[in-house]
């Protein structure tokens, strides 16, 4: 049987969720569904969003306001399951995180005592937690069963990143060194207290930043749509005397949605990348700001009125 890798079945799940929702608003929206005379039971009429496409020329950019719905559904489906299976990584990592810094240094205060490095790592068994002592267990009994240390360790901590794998690296270094292990240890521990303490500041100092990029990409989205709604009064009341003779408000209506969503797309990987230091979790925040610039779009406008 073929074992698939988590990202690809992440990617399975969303593209599956995303064409099964898609598929279910299309049949809601167009009432051909018994969910549709549910919703309707409710007060709630969706046949505005009916999936209908227009064409402009000569761009020839697909737009409609029923087209952007369906977008919105479809993104924000098919986001799901990757920002809860990273996010969850995302989480078991923090947890990883702290587990290793109390692991390096209770291995080197048991090592300072003149215990040899085997059984200190057994004595940490018994008092590190889930889930890196899973890893500890799994890294210590592949060496009982014979495998060097390097391919214990590439089977234990292989799948963590690079910073992590790189202090805990040192344990292996530290059996094969012989009589140095404690003075590697400790070099390690010291190491990496000081490498949690730049963590802590540089999480205190970015964490607000987060916030910044979000709050930007809901404000430019908010002042698209109140910019649309503005246009469209003055397309109905004063087209005569401004010399407009027609403007297709649903047009812009789109491409405003479409540079929010490119918006969104690298507010995303900044959150990610620089100011998380974990790539896969930009699927988060793309999901919550889809979220929000979906509901800016197609439900402010209701509600806003010149």
Not at 66 to 81: H, K, N, Q, T
Not at 163 to 189: C, F, H, K, N, W
Request: glycine share 6%; net charge positive; aromatic share 10%.
């Amino acid at each position: 049987m073929i074992k698939l890798k988590d990202s690809v079945k992440v990617a399975i799940r969303s593209i599956a969720l995303s064409i099964v929702v898609s598929a279910l608003w299309t049949c809601i929206t167009m009432e051909i569904s018994p969910l549709a005379d549910m919703i309707r039971i409710l007060g709630i009429d969706l046949s505005a969003y009916r999936p209908y496409v227009k064409i402009s020329y000569p761009l020839l950019i697909p737009y409609g306001k029923g087209f952007v719905a369906l977008i919105s559904v479809a993104l924000i489906s098919g986001l799901i399951p990757g920002a809860i299976h990273y996010r969850r990584k995302w989480r078991e990592l923090i947890i990883l995180r702290e587990e290793m810094y109390s692991l390096m240094r209770s291995l080197s205060g048991i090592i300072r005592t003149g215990v040899g490095l085997g059984m200190a790592l057994d004595t940490l068994l018994t008092i590190t937690r889930p889930p890196m002592s899973d890893r500890l267990k799994l890294f210590s009994s592949l060496i009982s069963l014979g495998y060097s240390a390097d391919e214990a360790f590439r089977n234990a901590f292989g799948d963590l990143p690079r910073d992590m794998r790189s202090i805990l690296y040192t344990i292996v270094i530290a059996l094969q060194s012989g009589g140095r292990a404690p003075e590697i240890i400790d070099y390690a521990a010291s190491f990496t207290a000081d490498m949690r303490a730049f963590e802590e500041l540089r999480e205190g100092r970015l964490s607000q930043y987060v916030y910044i990029v979000i709050m930007a990409c809901i404000a430019f989205a908010i002042s698209a749509v109140v910019m649309l709604k503005m246009l469209e009064t003055i397309v109905k009341t004063g087209a005569g005397i401004l010399g407009i003779a027609f403007l297709d408000i649903e047009f812009f209506h789109s491409l405003y949605f479409y540079a929010s969503l490119i918006i969104v797309l690298f507010s995303s990987m900044t959150i990610g990348r620089a100011l998380k230091g974990y790539t896969p979790i930009a699927l988060f925040y793309a999901l919550i700001m889809s979220i929000i610039v979906s509901l800016i779009f197609l439900v402010m406008p209701v509600f806003v009125k010149f």
